[in-house]
Each structure stands twice: as structure tokens, then as C-alpha cells.
């Protein structure tokens, strides 16, 4: 079983950048597709971004593509979020997931 640990959230102004990390322990994070989700208060969790084991491939949600990047350091077995340009509606907690594995979240507050 791989353990995911968010960090890197935190409240900013609109416009505004941040990067989250997911750092996994337990098995390689190279072995997965990884995963980022988001769940703002009151509304269900959602599909950020996803990458390939490899980073090749990457997928995004309509809503952040173009602000948002997702990336991986596989020798650091780390994945990454680069969120750029974000708005209030990017208020979230962000999770990162694995399989069936998932982190406990990082919360992204973004006021405008």
C-alpha cells in the first residue's frame, strides 16, 4: 500500500500562485498514474489532473487547463501541482490519489 502526504496548500490572492507536492511512501510512486482531486465545501470531490507512470502523458479538467500543471519526480517519488492564475472557485482541498490510495488533503484557499 503507497501513503500519499499533500503539502504546499494555503490562502492567497486571487491571480496568485501555488505548488502542492504529493509524496509517497511504502512503494514507488513510478508504479502509478497519479491522480489530483479537489472537493470545495459542499460540493462533490472532482478530477484535477492526472500523469502517466512515465509523465508523458498528462490530462487536465476544462477548468484549470492552461492555469494548472501537473508533473512528477519519480526519483523523488513526488508528484507535483502548479497552480497558476488561480481564482476563488479553485478553493478547494486538494488530494492526491493512487489506485486506491489517497492523501489527507491540503486546503487551497484563493480570495479574490
Known amino acids: 500500500q503507497v501513503l500519499l502526504v499533500e503539502t504546499g496548500g494555503g490562502s492567497v490572492q486571487a491571480g496568485e500562485s501555488l505548488r502542492l507536492s504529493c509524496a509517497a511512501s511504502g512503494r514507488m510512486l513510478s508504479s502509478y498514474v497519479i491522480r489530483w482531486f479537489r472537493q470545495a465545501p459542499g460540493k462533490e470531490r472532482e478530477f484535477v489532473a492526472g500523469?502517466?507512470?512515465?509523465?508523458?502523458?498528462?490530462n487536465y479538467a476544462d477548468s484549470v487547463k492552461g492555469r494548472f500543471t501537473i508533473s512528477r519526480d519519480n526519483a523523488k517519488n513526488t508528484v507535483y501541482l502548479q497552480m497558476n492564475s488561480l481564482k476563488p472557485e479553485d478553493t478547494a482541498v486538494y488530494y492526491c490519489n493512487a489506485n486506491d490510495a489517497w492523501g489527507q488533503g491540503t486546503l487551497v484557499t484563493v480570495s479574490s
Open positions: 500523469i502517466s507512470w512515465s509523465g508523458y502523458s498528462t
